[in-house]
């Protein structure tokens, strides 16, 4: 069992930059690829970023590609999102999800695939 734990998130100005970070615990964090998913009000739940259980690969959505970079550090058990040059339509519950893998290059974009989720951070833009 992994437990995610999403921290970071907050109110931002266009423009502005804000850092995730998601915390796991549980058993082996470097067997796990890694995504980051984000859900508006009223719609669907997007794909955002992912990143291979080594690091050395990683994927990013179109809406996000050049502003965001998705990175892990699996001695600290914590996978980060930077994110640059946000806009309003960047506003949204982020949340990071596990996948376990035996592959170091697996990158993961539907969320029904991962088996773990977090509860979620809170992103608000502001024009």
């Known amino acids: 069992q992994v437990q995610l734990v999403e921290s970071g998130g907050g109110l931002v100005q266009a423009g502005g930059s804000l850092r995730l970070a998601c915390a796991a615990s549980g058993p082996t964090f470097s067997n796990y690829a890694m995504g980051w998913f984000r859900q508006a009000p009223g719609k669907e739940r997007e794909f955002v970023a992912t990143i291979s259980r080594s690091g050395g690969r990683t994927y990013y959505g179109d809406t996000v590609k050049g502003r965001f970079t998705i990175s892990r550090d699996n001695v600290k058990n914590t996978v980060y999102l930077q994110m640059n040059s946000l806009k309003p339509e960047d506003t949204a519950v982020y949340y990071c999800?596990?996948?376990?893998?035996?592959?170091?290059?697996?990158?993961?974009?539907?969320?029904?695939?991962?088996?773990?989720w977090g509860q979620g951070t809170q992103v608000t833009v502001s024009s």
């Open positions: 999800a596990a996948k376990s893998t035996l592959s170091n290059i697996e990158v993961v974009v539907t969320p029904g695939r991962y088996n773990y």
